[in-house]
């Protein structure tokens, strides 16, 4: 099994452009979460679906960002217009159904100048 | 609401120390507990975990028991090596859908 994919893994962009970050789960799981990782807090639940539907969004930080899953097999995070302190990095995780195991990519680290 | 608290880093340890990072945690109900390991450059793995009160999880040298009358969950090894160098999150799970992690523990194991 490949794990969780994401890409790019590194993204360097300038304030105000578009920023689109994608993520292919792990075949057959049917959960998938995005993440935010900075040094200032820490790993911050963005957003997570169940079964390619939006569960709870409530960590998103504003309108800038969204995030969809139009199919069980891959899913994205954008960021529009991207600003300085969207700069992190970004996990995408996927868990199986009935399990407690978040298996987690190996992130992008977006950089916004 | 859920909440999870773990010792402050970094942690500096020499190689074959006793290594403990304490964890402890808020929620309602009977939360699942875990431990992730994040090392340089990757996403986060888990270690082990525990589903109910005085489970212990143990995985690659590592023990965590779950407390409940104490709320804690604390991350125990015996003897540590370089390899170990990594952060290491406690989470939970109380809902069994999202987790809720703790700041992270930075630890350096030094040859």
């Known amino acids: 099994d490949a794990g969780v994919i994401q890409s790019p893994r590194h993204e360097v962009t300038e304030m105000g452009q578009e920023v689109t970050l994608r993520c292919k789960p792990i075949s057959g799981h049917n959960s998938l979460f995005w993440y935010r990782q900075t040094m200032m807090r820490g790993l911050e639940l963005l957003i997570y679906?169940?079964?390619?539907?939006?569960?709870?969004d409530s960590g998103m930080p504003e309108d800038r960002f969204s995030a969809k899953m139009p199919n069980a097999s891959f899913s994205t995070l954008k960021i529009q217009p991207s600003e300085p302190r969207d700069s992190a990095v970004y996990f995408c995780?996927?868990?199986?159904?009935?399990?407690?195991?978040?298996?987690f990519g190996p992130g992008t680290r977006l950089t916004v100048t | 609401g859920d909440s999870v608290t773990q010792m402050e880093g970094p942690v500096t340890l020499s190689e074959e120390a006793f290594l403990t990072i304490n964890c402890t945690y808020t929620a309602t109900g009977y939360p699942s507990l875990f431990w992730y390991v994040q090392y340089p450059g990757e996403g986060l793995q888990l270690l082990l975990k525990a589903t109910k009160a005085d489970d212990k999880g143990s995985n690659k040298g590592f023990e965590a028991t779950y407390r409940k009358e104490t709320t804690s969950f604390h991350l125990e090894k015996g003897s540590v090596q370089v390899s170990d160098s990594a952060v290491y999150f406690c989470a939970l799970s109380a809902s069994g859908s999202r987790l809720t992690f703790g700041e992270g523990t930075q630890l350096t194991v030094n040859p």
């Open positions: 995780a996927s868990r199986g159904l009935s399990s407690y195991e978040q298996y």
């Open positions: 679906f169940n079964n390619n539907v939006p569960i709870d």
